[in-house]
């Protein structure tokens, strides 16, 4: 039943590593993101894809990078992980149109030690 | 570029009180206005979407209201409890499917 769900919950890694977030959503949206929300809570989009086609990308480094094979699935790669990337990550998605709001994940909470 | 903020930053009130969230966008062009919760180490949970031709949205104790035009948005709860505790986000619906969030209000009801 659970409408957007991202693996893992919870990332522990080393500086310099490269790691992958998954998301997947059954809702049958159109469009999925990713934000980022900082130690002081704020949210910040990332990314979001529509129909395998980017359409946002907020000044992320291209350390970060989105994959979608499927517009039920975006994963977020990060390469050469830096101690600021440390963050809870959520995955969203909504119609094409937002005319429902978003729907969220649960997050990730990344560490990089 | 849209700017949302939530004023206060933290409220703390007793049980049973009713009480008022704001906020505030700088640019009144939105096309929808997103309420969620977010639990300590939780995901966000929507409460209540409201579409830029509607005024307000009910569910259950909650209410949201908006004004375009003033370029605010108030989360009414009725009747508070301790389960009412959380943080809570406003997000403003913008082009190009973009949502803007706030800074979060952080409620604590007091049993």
């Known amino acids: 039943d659970t409408a957007v769900s991202q693996t893992p919950k919870y990332l522990v890694t080393q500086m310099g590593n490269d790691k992958s977030i998954k998301c997947e959503q059954n809702?049958?949206?159109?469009?999925m993101y990713w934000y980022k929300q900082d130690s002081k809570k704020f949210l910040k989009i990332m990314f979001s894809y529509n129909n395998k086609e980017l359409i946002i990308n907020e000044t992320v480094p291209n350390r970060f990078s989105p994959k979608s094979p499927d517009k039920a699935h975006l994963n977020l790669h990060i390469n050469s992980l830096e101690l600021g990337d440390s963050a809870v990550y959520f995955c969203?998605?909504?119609?094409?149109?937002?005319?429902?709001?978003?729907?969220f994940g649960s997050g990730t909470r990344l560490t990089v030690v | 570029k849209q700017e949302v903020t939530q004023i206060p930053a933290a409220l703390s009130v007793p049980e049973g009180e009713n009480l008022v969230l704001n906020c505030s966008f700088t640019d009144s062009a939105i096309y929808n206005l997103q309420w969620f919760r977010q639990d300590p180490g939780k995901g966000l949970t929507s409460l209540l979407l409201i579409q830029s031709s509607q005024r307000e949205q009910t569910s259950g104790r909650l209410n949201a209201s908006l004004d375009k035009s003033s370029g605010r948005s108030t989360l009414y709860i009725a009747a508070s409890q301790p389960g009412d505790s959380a943080t809570y986000l406003c997000?403003?619906?913008?082009?190009?499917?973009?949502?803007?969030f706030g800074t979060g209000t952080s409620l604590t009801v007091i049993p």
């Open positions: 997000a403003a619906g913008g082009t190009g499917n973009q949502f803007y």
């Open positions: 809702l049958g949206h159109d469009t």
């Open positions: 969203a998605s909504s119609q094409a149109d937002s005319s429902s709001g978003y729907t």
